[in-house]
């Protein structure tokens, strides 16, 4: 069993960074997981943008986010976080946390990952 709870949502203006943070909370190592950050804005389909391996760390992004966002895991902290740099507009969005097994991270298919938090808003105005 995982617990997901996500944190650092909020409003920001186009160009603008914000953080967001995931507690990670499991019976088994954290660090065993795979991670990722998904992204649904309304009347689309959640979108996977990043995710990382467990025990390599070698993370893949979808090419909406390359260059401007970073994945990363504190696993001392049990803690998931991506960064955004340079927000768009089109990057509202609801963001959630997920975890997976390593298979998980073969893909984006968010069916492949059967544990999430609830999510956090982040509001990009132009």
């Known amino acids: 069993q995982v617990e997901l709870v996500e944190s650092g949502g909020g409003s920001v203006q186009a160009g603008g960074s914000l953080g967001l943070s995931c507690a990670v909370a499991?019976?088994?190592?954290?660090?065993?997981?795979?991670m990722a950050w998904f992204r649904q804005a309304p009347g689309m389909e959640r979108e996977g943008i990043a995710r990382i391996y467990p025990g390599t760390g070698t993370t893949k992004y979808a090419d909406s986010v390359k260059g401007r966002f970073t994945i990363s895991q504190d696993n001392a902290k049990n803690t998931l976080s991506l960064q955004m740099n340079g927000l768009k507009s089109e990057d509202t969005a609801m963001y959630y946390c997920a975890a997976g097994s390593f298979n998980s991270c073969y893909s984006f298919r968010a069916a492949g990952y059967p544990y999430w938090g609830q999510g956090t808003q982040v509001t990009v105005s132009s």
């Open positions: 499991s019976t088994n190592t954290p660090s065993s997981y795979c």
